[in-house]
């Protein structure tokens, strides 16, 4: 058996002061005179017993309780089979984790600081004549030395938080190192860490001949609620419209999270403020409005109170909010009155109309919409770039002349992954209801009323059921009808109409 601070030892020499007490235990008798003593010599011989059992008893605990509290401060323990050659001198490596992970707290601090005393309290454990090698995430080279105990405690106090993270193996590959060079010296091996899931990690290999131990640390239950992600309603932003911001908040905490504040700036401008309430391991969606944007690139942010876990309190993002949107009209050579209504009525969008021999194709990326009309043949070289326009993201609009080549609409819509007008129905059918809900009326209309008087359907292209498949069939009106199909996936818009 050895002890972990020996000294204390010395105060064993206590143990002769309850021994003192009992011997000297000096009590004065008072002497009270009596006619006849003989049967109190009797009770007196009995009294005598118990009180010498009693004493010695007593003596008994308290030498065993100054025993034990030495034995305490001493800190006994048997040492393992590492150290079976007492004498031995050895050599001992201590990784020390100091990643970003360690800055989490617990209830003795942060993990660095408690990883750090630990180290300090394995050098402690050993002779004063042993070697130690402090190592941490840097991987520096003034750690590729062995240090006496004094020197290793220096070091341990001037370790800082870095932003390298090496896997297990490299640790323990790094401490190897060092240690095969220490050939007659007994050799350990100590990692102190949180020990955070690492996808590459793979089956560590360590040598027989060294004995590793791995200390784990763990954080407190904290509680901590971050942004996990935002987004906007409204996929076109216009001046001074009013927009709706989707905050997405995922609690990692254990408990409830009472109304939690949470604001957003826009340009350094506070434009909305709420307060929630999240589940403990729940996400959930929350939806602040706010209004008053000026034309340009938006920077926003959004700032929640946790504490005291504060550096996922922020989360930045940006949109751009357009002047005028443009938009490019395509046609065979008429202009459709019916177009050039809607987007007369809307300074908000800028129309520009070409004929379909004289598109500029370099410039077609830069309108966000392309609308295609009355056009009975579609182009070979106008349907390839119309492809490559649609699959860079841009949205495009198609109504179908009432001569139209179906089999040259199916060929450029088959490519486009969505559905192609099959033929022509003429066939009178009322517009029984409108989905408001669709991305075509989303927030269209201002005031609805109960019993619209809504148009009839003359004629009509009828749509392939694959393209239904795919997405929702809606019905318009308008001053004449059309069917439309939303392909979202190719944010292709298909409408097919006839007079």
Same mark, same amino acid.
């Given at each position: 058996?050895?002890?972990?601070?020996?000294?204390?030892?010395?105060?064993?020499?206590?143990?002769?002061?309850?021994?003192?007490?009992?011997?000297?235990?000096?009590?004065?008798?008072?002497?009270?005179?009596?006619?006849?003593?003989?049967?109190?010599?009797?009770?007196?011989?009995?009294?005598?017993?118990? %009180?010498?059992? @009693?004493?010695?008893?007593?003596?008994?605990?308290?030498?065993?309780?100054?025993?034990?509290?030495?034995?305490?401060?001493?800190?006994?323990?048997?040492?393992?089979?590492?150290?079976?050659?007492?004498?031995?001198?050895?050599?001992?490596?201590?990784?020390?984790?100091?990643?970003?992970?360690?800055?989490?707290?617990? %209830?003795?601090?942060?993990?660095?600081?408690?990883?750090?005393?630990?180290?300090?309290?394995?050098?402690?454990?050993?002779?004063?004549?042993?070697?130690?090698?402090?190592?941490?995430?840097?991987?520096?080279?003034?750690?590729?030395?062995?240090?006496?105990?004094?020197?290793?405690?220096?070091? +341990?106090?001037?370790?800082?938080?870095?932003?390298?993270? %090496?896997?297990?193996?490299? +640790?323990?590959?790094?401490?190897?190192?060092?240690?095969?060079?220490?050939?007659?010296?007994?050799?350990?091996?100590?990692?102190?860490?949180?020990?955070? @899931?690492? %996808?590459? $990690?793979?089956?560590?290999?360590?040598?027989?001949?060294?004995?590793?131990?791995?200390?784990?640390?763990?954080? &407190?239950?904290?509680?901590?609620?971050?942004?996990?992600? +935002?987004?906007?309603?409204?996929?076109?932003?216009?001046? &001074?419209?009013?927009?709706?911001?989707?905050?997405?908040?995922?609690?990692?905490?254990?408990?409830?999270?009472?109304?939690?504040?949470?604001?957003?700036?826009?340009?350094?401008?506070?434009?909305?403020?709420?307060?929630?309430?999240?589940?403990?391991?729940?996400?959930?969606?929350?939806?602040?409005?706010?209004?008053?944007? #000026?034309?340009?690139?938006?920077?926003?942010?959004?700032?929640?109170?946790?504490?005291?876990?504060?550096? $996922?309190?922020?989360?930045?993002?940006?949109?751009?909010?357009?002047?005028?949107?443009?938009?490019?009209?395509?046609?065979?050579?008429?202009?459709?009155?019916?177009?050039?209504?809607?987007?007369?009525?809307?300074?908000?969008?800028?129309?520009?109309?070409?004929? $379909?021999?004289?598109?500029?194709?370099?410039?077609?990326?830069?309108?966000?919409?392309?609308?295609?009309?009355?056009?009975?043949?579609?182009?070979? &070289?106008?349907?390839?770039?119309?492809?490559?326009?649609?699959?860079?993201?841009?949205?495009?609009?198609?109504?179908?002349?009432?001569?139209?080549?179906?089999?040259?609409? #199916?060929?450029?819509?088959?490519?486009?992954?969505? &559905?192609?007008?099959?033929?022509?129905?003429?066939?009178?059918?009322? +517009?029984?209801?409108?989905?408001?809900?669709?991305?075509?009326?989303?927030?269209?209309?201002?005031?609805?009323?109960?019993?619209?008087?809504?148009?009839?359907?003359?004629?009509?292209?009828?749509?392939?059921?694959?393209?239904?498949?795919?997405?929702?069939?809606?019905?318009?009106?308008?001053?004449?009808?059309?069917?439309?199909?939303?392909?979202?996936?190719?944010?292709?818009?298909?409408?097919?109409?006839?007079?």
């Amino acid at each position: 058996m050895y002890f972990l601070y020996p000294a204390f030892l010395f105060a064993l020499l206590s143990l002769a002061i309850p021994v003192v007490i009992h011997l000297f235990n000096f009590r004065k008798y008072k002497k009270v005179y009596f006619s006849n003593v003989q049967f109190l010599k009797e009770v007196q011989e009995r009294q005598a017993s118990r %009180r010498n059992l @009693k004493e010695r008893l007593i003596l008994a605990a308290r030498l065993l309780t100054l025993l034990f509290l030495i034995l305490a401060f001493a800190r006994p323990y048997i040492p393992g089979a590492q150290n079976a050659n007492a004498g031995k001198q050895q050599v001992i490596s201590v990784f020390v984790d100091n990643s970003y992970s360690m800055e989490t707290l617990n %209830r003795e601090g942060s993990l660095l600081d408690e990883a750090k005393r630990r180290a300090k309290e394995i050098a402690s454990a050993y002779n004063i004549n042993d070697r130690f090698q402090l190592l941490t995430q840097d991987f520096e080279g003034k750690h590729q030395r062995l240090l006496s105990r004094d020197e290793f405690n220096d070091a +341990v106090d001037a370790v800082k938080v870095s932003s390298q993270s %090496r896997s297990l193996q490299q +640790v323990i590959s790094r401490q190897e190192n060092l240690l095969q060079n220490q050939p007659g010296a007994a050799r350990s091996v100590f990692i102190i860490s949180d020990f955070q @899931k690492n %996808r590459n $990690d793979k089956p560590v290999k360590v040598d027989s001949n060294i004995t590793v131990n791995l200390v784990q640390l763990k954080a &407190g239950n904290l509680p901590n609620v971050a942004v996990d992600s +935002v987004w906007l309603l409204s996929a076109v932003h216009r001046p &001074g419209e009013s927009e709706k911001l989707v905050v997405r908040l995922h609690n990692y905490a254990t408990e409830k999270e009472e109304k939690i504040p949470l604001k957003i700036l826009i340009n350094g401008e506070q434009k909305a403020l709420g307060s929630f309430s999240i589940n403990a391991r729940q996400v959930q969606n929350d939806t602040l409005s706010f209004s008053g944007l #000026k034309p340009g690139w938006q920077s926003g942010e959004i700032k929640l109170q946790d504490n005291p876990v504060t550096f $996922d309190n922020q989360f930045y993002f940006s949109f751009n909010v357009k002047q005028q949107m443009p938009v490019l009209l395509i046609d065979g050579g008429a202009p459709n009155p019916y177009l050039k209504a809607v987007f007369a009525s809307d300074a908000f969008f800028a129309a520009s109309r070409v004929t $379909d021999g004289n598109v500029d194709y370099t410039a077609l990326n830069s309108y966000p919409i392309v609308i295609i009309s009355d056009i009975k043949t579609i182009a070979t &070289g106008l349907a390839q770039q119309l492809r490559t326009y649609v699959t860079k993201g841009g949205t495009l609009v198609v109504f179908p002349s009432a001569d139209a080549d179906l089999a040259n609409y #199916k060929s450029f819509l088959l490519a486009l992954n969505t &559905g192609y007008p099959e033929k022509l129905i003429t066939q009178d059918v009322k +517009v029984a209801s409108l989905n408001r809900q669709s991305p075509v009326f989303k927030n269209v209309f201002e005031s609805f009323p109960q019993n619209p008087d809504l148009p009839s359907v003359k004629k009509y292209y009828q749509l392939s059921k694959s393209g239904a498949k795919q997405e929702s069939l809606m019905k318009l009106a308008t001053g004449e009808a059309f069917w439309g199909v939303l392909e979202r996936k190719r944010k292709c818009l298909c409408m097919c109409r006839a007079p």
